[in-house]
């Protein structure tokens, strides 16, 4: 983990250096989740996670972040706390010729199931990503080709030069698992297959995951001797179960609500995550930027930060958060389109999920301004797992959504093409627009990271002077923990869970 390799990548430029402490919360469940465990027999660690898998834990999915946070799956390179590249799977690595990568592989790896990683596993695994519909976000705007380099190294190949192809490498959506995870390509599933110091042995993929230490982990032997998943949505549940005891950490809790907690049960670390407000283009309503425009006046009049987060959340500058990406400071103001009078339409779709609590409560807020301005407004709040198809869809008129912008490739670049371009796999706005395609191509050949983060300034702009986006606050993790120590420094919430996590009560 100390070592590195000899030409890495340029530092990511979506959090700079700045360490996070991502941490989740656990139950109190017993594998196959009935019941409590006996924390005089087992050191497990009990945790309340709160989003429920939507894809049966495919990592080409928001689920790949679940099994990658509870241990069970690696990639072959991660980020560091600083967010660098690290080793991981991978010993080293090397560019090898403009379009080329070169990794070498640990020796030492064995699957869950028995299966030893080789050359061949991993050129599958990475195969079977590129091959995938929708591709992974981590692949927006370009794919990959992995092929054999000898009975020890991978060489990964792009069809443009790809300078960030190191960081798209430690998303969690393009983990490495054994062979029998891909016998429905569409759906890898980890269980039973990861190479993480915990292997999920059981899970209804609906209220608990259960994973057992890995004796033969490559790292050395796990320090619990296992992990107690459980999915809670809801996040005052989330709050009484610390509260009570029944879980040693509580991810995601109601900013509104931790007064509750002593502070030193409580962790708050700002993040690169916005709150945004997203406008879909297909919406026969606001497809008019003038329409757009009334939106974005009438939400901008709301202080959201200083009263539903209790002054425990930012207020938001742009799509990028400054205060954790230095680079994104200093930004002009939007010249925005003019406003139009209120259209005679049908009520505008608002929703927004349940899982972080401060969502709907800012989706009623919003809603409520629109009707002062003289929309009819619909809320629809629901479960996460139950909307992400609708959202992708473009089943709303606006659509209330807090968005980590470095977490699938670690680069503001690759999380505007996203969120934003035309074949986007995460455009929740619907937008389109090829010129801002065109600029979007010509930066992700930027290798330079202080050019690449202006190219991505440069494209926020335009997006928010089209009112695709309102930025409404910037986030922070909100954590209770007890007893809890070596969770995983990361700056992408990501990874929590390590072989050194450890729990005492």
Known sequence: MTHRTPRRSPRPTAAGALALVAVA?????????????????????????????????????????????????????????????????????????????????????VFHDGTPMTVETVVAALDAAAAAEPAPRALAGGTIDAR????????VATAEPDPVLVQRLTSPELVVLAPDAYADPARPTPVGTGTGPYEITDTDLSTSMTLEANPDYWA??????GVDVTFVGDAGARLQSFRSGQ?????????????????????????????????????PVLADPGQRELVRAAVAELDLAGTIYAGRAEPAGGLFNAAVSAWAQDRDEPAYPDAA?????????????????????????????????????????????????????????LVVMSRSYGQDTADPVGYLQADFSCGGTYNLSRSCDPDLDAELAAAQTLADPDERAAAAVAVEQQVLADVWAVPLVHDATQFGFEGVTDLAADPFERAVVTHTTSVQR
Do not use: K, N
């Not at 050395?220 to 001797?225: E, N």
């Open 247 to 283: 879980v040693d950490l509580a991810q995601a809790l109601p900013a509104a609500q931790l007064d509750q907690i002593d502070d030193d049960q409580l962790l708050a670390v700002p993040l690169p995550r916005t709150v945004s407000l997203h406008l879909t283009q297909t919406s």
């Open 220 to 225: 050395g032997t796990p320090a619990l001797d």
């Open 341 to 397: 009078a209120v259209a005679e339409a049908g009520p505008l779709r608002l929703a927004t999920f349940t899982d972080r609590p401060e969502l709907p409560e800012m989706a009623t807020a919003i809603a409520d301004a629109l009707r002062a301005t003289g929309f009819e407004v619909e809320v629809v709040a629901r479960p996460y797992d139950e909307m992400e198809a609708d959202y992708l869809d473009g089943a709303y008129d």
């Open 25 to 109: 919360a656990l139950t109190a469940c017993s594998p196959g989740g009935s019941g409590s465990t006996d924390a005089s027999d087992e050191a497990r660690l009990r945790f309340a996670y709160a989003f429920t898998p939507t894809t049966a834990l495919s990592p080409y999915s928001d689920d790949a972040t679940t099994a990658y946070a509870a241990g069970a799956t690696e990639t072959l390179v991660r980020l560091d706390p600083a967010g660098l590249p690290e080793p991981s799977l991978a010993t080293r690595w090397e560019q090898v010729d403009p379009t080329t990568w070169r990794f070498e592989l640990r020796d030492d790896v």
């Open 148 to 155: 054999a380099d000898g009975d020890g190294a991978v060489l």
